[in-house]
């Protein structure tokens, strides 16, 4: 099984870009959330949602084209590569999401990057960041416009979840790592 230090010497080989490494974080903490929810395994969970882009870096317009064998011959367990293929269904992958985690990291991975947003427009960051305000900012489609909503709500779909629902999960488990990931806000900095 992955572990998150295995994730992360991976993804440390692959990806040097600060906002990359960030975001490989928040999608790493929602999906330890989203894994307490269901009652599984949070640290394995997580080292998917670090490993997540493992390719995109050095090849965005292949991404997921060069995940596969490198993460097969560095001794990822199939059943892993396959999860982190499935985040990309409809993109640019064929491996549909099945499993509850295939199915929070497709919903997650755009989800956290709304969060984000959101989070950095505040000035206590996510510290205070309550589930209404950010949904006001989900509904609005110019804020973080390039943010695939459509995605998300598909992913929530999937799990049988209400998007307010995996919202409030996937902030709560970034705001355990506010700092971390650089949404503490202005009034912290």
Not at 71 to 87: K, N, Q, T, Y
Not at 141 to 162: I, T, Y
Not at 174 to 184: N, R, T, V, W
């Amino acid at each position: 099984m992955l572990t998150i230090e295995r994730a992360k010497e991976l993804n440390d080989s692959m990806v040097t870009q600060e906002h990359l490494l960030i975001h490989a974080l928040n999608v790493a903490y929602a999906m330890a959330a989203m894994a307490r929810h269901f009652g599984e395994d949070e640290k394995h969970w997580q080292a998917i949602g670090i490993l997540h882009d493992y390719d995109y870096e050095k090849y965005p317009d292949e991404h997921l084209q060069h995940t596969r064998e490198p993460l097969l011959a560095a001794g990822v367990d199939e059943m892993d590569v396959r999860a982190i293929l499935s985040h990309g269904w409809g993109i640019c992958s064929d491996v549909k999401p099945e499993t509850l985690m295939e199915k929070s990291l497709y919903t997650v991975d755009e989800l956290t990057g709304i969060i984000q947003a959101c989070a950095r427009m505040r000035p206590k960051g996510i510290t205070d960041l309550e589930i209404k305000s950010f949904m006001k900012k989900f509904k609005d489609k110019r804020f973080a416009a390039k943010c695939n909503r459509e995605l998300v709500l598909q992913g929530c779909e999937m799990l049988g979840m209400d998007v307010k629902d995996v919202s409030e999960i996937c902030i709560e488990g970034m705001k355990e790592h506010a700092a971390e990931i650089g949404l503490l806000g202005t009034d912290e900095a």
